[in-house]
């Protein structure tokens, strides 16, 4: 018997595999970045198919086997997406596709988790005059937890994203752009 996994994990996409499978890329708070896949769930009687849509936080029960991961069972904790405006969802795609980028296929990184969730939580809930700090921050403490950047981040932890923290990113946004710019460039991709 294969050992069960239990963790928290937002859903950064999904792709099809086969008639009614799907390969979904999560991101999680105990494993990192892993591929699963979901049998069934493009199936229109899909059970974990609200759990496992784009921008979903969800609980999931994940099992390793010979062929990779196997999400097995998925309760919906949030459905980020719905809670986003259309420029917040631009803003959570292009970090989103930011970390995919950079990111090995299957990173182990657990601090990528908090930086993610807190970026979601402050787009979702702050007005949009903070979300292009918000976006400056969370790309660059991407690229510092991936070893791209070496300078100071600010905040003293990896998902507050607090108004004085997002009003440091303001006054310097040039700064930190050309640190984002430099640290991508550095990746090589």
Not at 37 to 58: N, V, Y
Not at 92 to 112: F, K, Q, W, Y
Request: glycine share 8%.
């Amino acid at each position: 018997m294969r050992h069960k996994y239990q963790t928290r994990a937002i859903v950064l996409g999904r792709s099809p595999l086969g008639e009614a499978n799907a390969l979904i890329t999560l991101l999680t708070s105990d494993l990192g970045l892993v591929r699963v896949r979901a049998q069934g769930i493009r199936k229109s009687s899909a059970k974990l198919a609200s759990a496992l849509a784009t921008f979903s936080e969800s609980e999931l029960v994940l099992v390793k086997g010979s062929e990779g991961w196997r999400a097995t069972g998925a309760v919906l904790a949030e459905q980020w997406h719905r809670r986003f405006t259309r420029p917040a969802r631009l803003r959570a795609g292009r970090i989103v596709n930011l970390l995919l980028r950079l990111a090995p296929s299957e990173s182990a990184d657990t601090a990528l988790f908090p930086i993610l969730h807190g970026f979601f939580n402050v787009i979702a809930t702050t007005d949009e005059s903070a979300h292009d700090a918000a976006e400056c921050l969370a790309a660059l403490r991407l690229l510092s937890s991936l070893g791209l950047d070496a300078g100071e981040v600010p905040g003293a932890t990896l998902s507050q994203y607090e108004p004085d923290i997002l009003s440091q990113i303001t006054g310097a946004r040039a700064h930190f752009i050309t640190r984002i710019n430099r640290g991508i460039e550095a990746s090589g991709l």
